[in-house]
Structures are given as C-alpha cells and as structure tokens.
C-alpha cells in the first residue's frame, strides 16, 4: 500500500490514466467535446495549468501544476 503523497512547491505532475476499461473511446467524437466541456468547468473551479495533453483511443495523458504551486483549491469569486 502507498503511504501518502508528498507534494512539492511549483511542479509539474504527470497524470496517466486508461479510460472506460480499454475501449478507444477518445476516438467517438461526442466523447473529445465532452471531455473538454468538463475541463472548462473544473479550470473555472480550481487554479491550475495544464501542458501536454494527449488523447489516445482510451488513454489519457496530461502534465499539471496547481495555480498556487502546491495543490488544487477552489478558487474563490
């Protein structure tokens, strides 16, 4: 079992995650815009940048650093 995460202040974090167990769903175009629907919504609830995303049939890739430098927060307003 892991132990908990350690975080460091102004880094990048790769994420890398398969999708809907295996299936290309990346490849559906209905699924790319919702996707990107659902990023617009959370980039205007938590601070964050976000750099070399890749969507691959069912895998997703992405690089993100919290707007703070430490973690993701609600941002307020």
Known sequence: MKGPRELAENVWYEVQTAVNVGEPLFRLAWAVVLFYR?????????GFE??????????LTFYIKPANGLELRLCSG
């Open 38 to 46: 659902v990023l617009i919504e959370t980039k205007a609830k938590f």
């Open 50 to 59: 976000m750099r070399g995303l890749a969507l691959d049939e069912a895998w």
